[in-house]
């Protein structure tokens, strides 16, 4: 059974730096898509970034300049560097993963998420 990891969330004031990590385990034959989501209390969730197969970053306009998404293929990890980070970024932070975990099936993988605080 293919699973996610997360870690890398915490507490820290506005402007301050964290970086979130994810790694994959179990049974996956292939990684697609991997992609970090956040959810605030009270709100939908959002996707944050996503990078694809070929290492093509993509951003919410919101953290564009600020946040960064690399991937290890060899590690099967994704990673989340954030700067300058504002109180609005508080958030339970999410890693997904769009996975082939047997022959012709593909899925959807997720972390259990993490929480990430900013304080005034």
């Known amino acids: 059974q293919a699973l996610l990891v997360e870690s890398g969330g915490g507490l820290v004031q506005a402007g301050g730096s964290l970086r979130l990590s994810c790694a994959a385990s179990?049974?996956?034959?292939?990684?697609?898509?991997m992609a970090w989501y956040r959810q605030a209390p009270e709100k939908q969730r959002e996707l944050v970034a996503l990078?694809?197969?070929?290492?093509?970053?993509t951003y919410a306009d919101s953290v564009k300049g600020r946040f960064t998404i690399s991937r290890d293929n060899g590690r099967r990890s994704t990673y989340l560097q954030m700067n300058s980070l504002k109180p609005e970024d508080t958030a339970v932070y999410y890693c997904?993963?769009?996975?082939?975990?047997?022959?012709?099936?593909?899925?959807?993988?997720w972390g259990q998420g993490t929480q990430v605080t900013v304080s005034s």
């Open positions: 990078i694809t197969s070929t290492g093509a970053p």
């Open positions: 997904n993963m769009i996975a082939q975990t047997d022959v012709s099936v593909t899925a959807a993988l």
């Open positions: 179990g049974k996956i034959l292939g990684i697609i898509n």
